[in-house]
């Protein structure tokens, strides 16, 4: 019998039988379930003048780049393969944030009625 595996997001997926986070691209083991899965990621703090480039056009001569005293781009990389998972732009010192919260047991309970609708029918 295989492992029952949500997707949750594009790369991120749970592991219901560990309730462990899990890349969808490398299969990486990232972090637990019920805590937020970007702990368990390489993390980048960009300045946002590395992202947004300066305008040149004589007409708008400056940047469109966030300030980088009141803003900084957090990027989160799966470990295994080096994925871009997700971005943030968030105020420096600002902790990051937990943008996912599932009720795993719910999810664990759905997805048995599920197996049981599915192995009835077949």
Known sequence: MSTPRVAITEYLEI???SER?????????IAPARSNYKEG???ANRDPRD???PILDERYPFSY??????????????PGCGTLVENEYLPPGHPITHDIEL???KLKERHAQAQGTANAAG
Not at 21 to 29: A, L, M, N, P, Q
Not at 65 to 78: G, L, N, S, T, V
């Open 103 to 105: 009720d795993i047991d």
């Open 21 to 29: 986070w899990h890349c969808r691209r490398c299969d990486h083991d």
């Open 41 to 43: 990621l390489l993390v």
């Open 65 to 78: 780049a966030p300030d980088p005293k009141w803003c900084r781009i957090i990027e989160f990389y799966c």
């Open 15 to 17: 592991d219901l039988n």
């Open 51 to 53: 992202i947004h480039h």
